[in-house]
């Protein structure tokens, strides 16, 4: 408690010029969660940097209000198992008055997929011809499979049939960058407000770090006139859920997340609690490399045995809405004719603590130990997920014994550690990019960079090559299916809980559109106007 109201000291007294709403001026004033480890297009793999550029950049697709893909750069397209074709609109500007060209797309995605650029979302790609051998280094950027016909015409040629290809090139990695920027500022490409040019309803005009971003209204965006706020501001970065709603309390901000503490307060303030699926699933993942004790299957299965979805979210979470996380793939998530879950059923598991102690001793023989090392469970600075990590621990000792040590990050050191996989365990979470089953089911295959765990099974590695390389969706499904049950029964990852968001905004905004792919919060179809 007294932490929370020493930060909203801090924050007050920095910017207590701050209202939540401008009517009159068209400006907001938000909190963000924490800073965005990277603004380039490249290298971006984050939700918190995935808000800001959905608002400065665009793709050739979008999507709109209704969640439905909607024309952005590209006025229109075509596409067949063999390729796709987008033609673009001539009106599109960079924010410095120079044209987006289908050349600015050749050149960013080949960044993206060059292994020098050590992208995350590399694999993103691998639908375009050439994409996975030029990651690997086998071929040359030169040799990816996309062309600009002329300066608004862009073909691209599939490696295997890909349904679902128009809405991959919404995602930030698909966003198109100008070679001569690039070659500017190097290695400082998009460090810096002023380090980048934008194409999108908004530019960046202020990023003092770990403080504060201003986005303001970009004049050269080909559909401005659509475009009815003027400035964006994220005057302020915590993660703190008290220190945030007391902002929006004090009209200081216009949006809030709620948690479990917060949303006792606004209930009893009497604020509209609204409601959102994110379609995000949150999860503990195990390291599997031989270095770590966790890479033992008997251990995996252990833990398993003890732990409780149900417990995590319907005692310790309390979130109306929050669902106990049953699978990899959320309840969400689209099969063939309805929801892949109603189709493919997950096993339902539960608690076993005879079996737990069973596979614990299977486990301190195979690794040759009497009594296991500690294991480091690697969480980032918010409270929900020091929450989980804290219950792990408690859970973990009691049940079996098994001591913990909680390494808690900023969110980007989080990132960064998980990325060289400094843990035993994970608190991690993966949001759908695009609308397929894949968005989830690659995550878990060898060559993904996401794959922090560095689970490796070459039984995975078909299915997922099985999947992508059809267009029949009882194939794909029935794949789908088969990883599954794979990652249950190789304990790849124990699923927490499907999110749901829980949140409070000023009445005077309208417009605000929380999309399951793409940035979540986005202001782009946004306004503000005086409640009667």
Known sequence: MQTALLFLFL????????????????????????????????TSSDAISSEILVHVMEGLVQYGPDGKIMPAVAARWSSDNQGARFWLRKDARWSDGKPVTAHDFVF????????????????IFNPVKNAAAITRGELPVSALGVRAV?????????ERPCPYFVSLTAWVSYYPARRDIVAKWGRAYAADHDKAVYNGPFTLARWVHGAEILMRRNPQYWNN???????????????DELAKFNLFKNENTAYTTLSLGSLDSAMQAGYRVEQFQTAALFFLE???RPAHVTANLALRKAIQAVYDPDMVVYKMMGRPGTLPGRSLFPMTVRGHKGRFRDEYPARRLKPDLATAQRWLAQAKQELGVDQLPPLTLLASDSPLSIEQAEYLQFLLNKTLGISVQIDVQTFKQFIAKRGKGEFEISVAGWGPDYDDAMTFADLFASWNANNRGRYNNPAYDALIEQAGNSADPAVRFAAF???????????????????VDLYLRHPALKGLYRPVFGGDLNLRFAWLEHSE
Do not use: C, G
């Open 11 to 42: 924050v007050m007294s920095a910017a207590v010029s701050a209202q939540a709403i401008d009517v009159a001026k068209q400006r907001i004033t938000l909190t963000l969660d924490a800073e965005p480890p990277s603004l380039n297009t490249f």
């Open 108 to 123: 960013a995605w080949q960044q993206v997929v060059a292994p020098a650029t050590a992208s995350q979302y590399a694999f």
């Open 150 to 158: 002329n300066d608004y015409e862009l073909e691209v040629l599939f």
């Open 225 to 239: 006139a659509a475009t009815r706020l003027n400035e964006i501001h994220y005057a302020y970065v915590t993660k």
């Open 286 to 288: 195990f390291n599997h």
């Open 481 to 499: 299916a088969a990883m599954q049950q794979l990652i249950q029964d190789d304990v790849v990852i124990l699923p927490i809980y499907e999110e």
